[in-house]
C-alpha cells in the first residue's frame, strides 16, 4: 500500500469483501479492482492480503467459490456470497456504522 493510501483498520478488508461480492460473484482480482475503484483510490488491496482474506471467508462459510471462465477467457476461482456471508455482512454493516458514529462523536468534540 502506498504513503497516501489509507491503510485499513483490522477486519474492514473481510467486510469490503463481502459487500463487493454482495453484487455479483467475482475473481480475486475483480474484487480488489472494484475495492480501489469504488473507494477512489483511497484503498488498494495487495494479493498479500487479499487471498487470505478470502481463504479465510471460505472457512468461516460466508463465501463459496469455483473455477470458471474470465470475460478475456481466462480459467479464474470465483467467489460468490453464501447464505451465511449474507448475514454476517449485515451484522458487519450493523457493527461498522456503530463503530464509525461513535468515532464521529468523538471528533466532533471540542
Known amino acids: 500500500m502506498a504513503d497516501s493510501k489509507a491503510e485499513l483498520l483490522r477486519g474492514t478488508l473481510d467486510l469490503l469483501i463481502l459487500k463487493t ?7 480475486g482480482w475483480g474484487i480488489a479492482q472494484r475495492i480501489q475503484q469504488v473507494s477512489q483510490e483511497v484503498f488498494s488491496v495487495n494479493q498479500g492480503s487479499l487471498y487470505p482474506a478470502l481463504h479465510r471467508l471460505e472457512q468461516q462459510g460466508w463465501i463459496d467459490a469455483d473455477w470458471s471462465d474470465s470475460d478475456n477467457n481466462r480459467r479464474a476461482k470465483f467467489y460468490r456470497l453464501t447464505a451465511r456471508g449474507r448475514k454476517q455482512l ?3 454493516e450493523r457493527n461498522w456504522e456503530r ?3 461513535a468515532v464521529a462523536r468523538i471528533l466532533q468534540t471540542s
Do not use: N, Y
Not at 21 to 27: I, K, T, V
Open 21 to 27: 461480492l454482495a453484487l455479483q460473484p467475482m475473481h
Open 90 to 92: 449485515a451484522s458487519e
Open 99 to 101: 463503530v464509525a458514529a
